[in-house]
């Protein structure tokens, strides 16, 4: 079994400030992790994601994001802040098994303000 | 453009009318997912397809059937409408395993069941 959580339903920053939206996982076996986002009234497109290998996983517009065992994280970041990046963005978890589904969380909401 | 468009975009139903919602892509990949998104819950996998005849069930599959007649086409049934099945339904494809490979959105189809 596997599970997301992204505390809270809504992130507002600044412009130019750091982004960060966190997603903690549960998975019983080695876990693969994406972030997605969603603009409005669009569907969702990938942002990054860590399969194996290096465990800080550099993304699209400038997004990141590492991988930490140790505290089952999955954390995305972004050093500034700009206003195209107002969206939804959800964490996904998925497992090592071919048969494995993609479960996402519930979402944050993203605002910047001016 | 991902290559994946989703028919109707929008539709209001009223309840016990069965509806059929429709995903075609232009890529030819294998692997194809019907979601449906709701406020709080994120997104949830309802079928899935890895080739034509050949599909699955996801996380919320009761009330709703799938086919897969084409490698392009996934069409995603409600065999008698209810409201609990008001929501916004994602169409995605992916070139590979669904645990590991990025998944392609379409827009989505607003369906409200009255």
């Known amino acids: 079994a596997q599970s997301v959580t992204q505390l809270g339903s809504h992130v507002s920053v600044s412009e130019g400030a750091l982004v960060l939206l966190r997603c903690n996982y549960s998975?019983?076996?080695?876990?693969?992790l994406f972030w997605y986002v969603q603009y409005p009234n669009q569907g969702l497109q990938l942002l990054l994601k860590?399969?194996?290998?290096?465990?800080l996983v550099k993304g699209i517009n400038g997004f990141e994001a590492e991988f930490k065992k140790s505290e089952t994280s999955f954390h995305l970041t972004k050093p500034s802040a700009h206003m195209s990046d107002a969206a939804e963005y959800f964490c996904?978890?998925?497992?090592?098994?071919?048969?494995?589904?993609?479960?996402f969380g519930k979402g944050i909401t993203l605002s910047v303000r001016p | 453009d991902a290559g994946i468009t989703q028919s109707p975009r929008h539709k209001v139903t009223e309840t016990g009318t069965p509806v059929t919602l429709r995903c075609h892509q232009t890529?030819?990949?294998?692997?194809m997912y019907w979601y449906r998104q709701d406020p709080g819950h994120g997104l949830r996998l309802i079928h899935y397809?890895?080739?034509?005849?050949?599909?699955d069930k996801g996380e919320v599959s009761d009330g709703y059937s799938v086919s897969r007649s084409k490698t392009e086409d996934f069409l995603l049934t409600l065999e008698s409408a209810t409201s609990s099945q008001t929501s916004v339904y994602f169409c995605?494809?992916?070139?590979?395993?669904?645990?590991?490979?990025?998944?392609?959105f379409g827009p989505g189809t607003r369906l409200t069941v009255l």
């Open positions: 996904a978890v998925s497992g090592s098994g071919a048969n494995s589904k993609l479960t």
């Open positions: 995605a494809y992916s070139g590979g395993p669904l645990n590991t490979d990025t998944q392609y």
């Open positions: 397809s890895y080739g034509v005849k050949d599909t």
């Open positions: 998975s019983s076996v080695p876990p693969y």
């Open positions: 890529e030819n990949h294998r692997y």
């Open positions: 860590y399969t194996t290998g290096a465990t």
